[in-house]
Nanobody, 122 residues
Framework: QVQLVESGGGLVQAGGSLRLSCAAS????????MGWFRQAPGKEREFVAA????????YYANSMKGRFTISRDNAKNTVYLQMNSLESEDTAVYYC???????????????WGKGTLVTVSS
């Protein structure tokens, strides 16, 4: 059974940093893309960043480039999202997801974690 378990969310002041983790288990993910999405209250779930597990190629939403960094640790089967210069607009539930396909839209994901809440206070 595939499990994606997020951790690292919490309350942070504007301008601060957080690192989210996603521990993946239940199958081999070598052919997958691992992604981070977020959903703010009253808004649709949106793409944040993704990484190809095998090659390490990365993809970012334009608004996150330069502030967020996605990485993975193959030995630990864990994907990270380093978030810097956080703004109140970054407040959301952050989800880890995995897809074997090419689409990076929420509808294209095969597996989802339950999410971790990030709250940025201004």
């Amino acid at each position: 059974q595939v499990q994606l378990v997020e951790s690292g969310g919490g309350l942070v002041q504007a301008g601060g940093s957080l690192r989210l983790s996603c521990a993946a288990s239940g199958r081999a993910f070598s052919g997958y893309k691992m992604g981070w999405f977020r959903q703010a209250p009253g808004k649709e779930r949106e793409f944040v960043a993704a990484i190809t597990w095998s090659s390490g190629n990365t993809y970012y939403a334009n608004s996150m480039k330069g502030r967020f960094t996605i990485s993975r640790d193959n030995a630990k089967n864990t994907v990270y999202l380093q978030m810097n210069s956080l703004e109140s607009e970054d407040t959301a539930v952050y989800y880890c997801a995995a897809t074997y396909g090419y689409s990076l839209s929420p509808n294209g994901m095969d597996y989802w974690g339950k999410g971790t809440l990030v709250t940025v206070s201004s």
